[in-house]
């Protein structure tokens, strides 16, 4: 079986020869079908979706969000923005997965704030990605290798759409 994703990458800095063969592919298809109990069809058109959003980012970069808990904005560590991200802006189908509230000594809250950031292109660590996003496929997790620059942080609200920043 010959699939679409067989490419080759140029100066990929992780030096990937393709960007999945087709033991690869299958194997990652078999991985999510177990962790998710979908059928065939459903897993395969999960996957090929995932594929061709990462995919896409690895050629052109794009656009990334990661949701965190801080006190203030002014928290927020600019220079170490954290390596787990997602493709999709729509947090409502996983946070209480992401739900990491803290409270200080006296008694102040950590609030939820998202990161939307672009990426270069060639920052997506396919296996790690991968790896889990066949573990927790709702989630739409990529890992990046390089931090982003270009980000904003705003105060998130979990029924808000963010799909059009």
């Known amino acids: 079986m010959k699939h679409k994703y067989l ?17 690869e592919y299958l194997s990652y298809l078999e991985d999510l079908k177990i962790s998710t109990d979908w ?3 459903r897993a395969k058109d999960d996957l090929d ?16 969000y990661r949701l965190v808990w801080l006190f ?12 787990h991200w997602t493709i999709e802006p729509d947090f409502g189908n996983f946070y209480g997965n992401l ?5 200080d000594d006296d008694g102040n809250l950590t609030k939820p704030y998202l990161i939307i950031a672009q990426i270069e292109t060639n920052n997506v660590n396919l296996d790690d ?4 996003y066949t573990e927790l496929p ?11 620059t270009n ?9 808000k759409d963010y799909s059009y920043l």
Do not use: C, M, W
Request: no cysteine.
């Open 151 to 159: 980000y904003k942080l705003i105060e998130f609200d979990r029924y």
């Open 99 to 103: 739900e990491n509230e803290e409270e």
């Open 49 to 64: 979706y995932y594929l061709d959003t990462v995919d896409n980012l690895i050629k052109n970069g794009g656009q990334i």
């Open 39 to 41: 059928d065939d069809e």
């Open 138 to 148: 709702n989630e739409l997790e990529i890992n990046i290798i390089k931090q982003p």
């Open 7 to 23: 490419k080759e990458y140029a100066n990929f800095e992780h030096n990937y020869s393709e960007l999945l063969s087709d033991n």
């Open 129 to 132: 990605s991968l790896s889990y």
């Open 72 to 83: 203030s904005k002014e928290d927020l560590n600019s220079d170490n923005l954290g390596d």
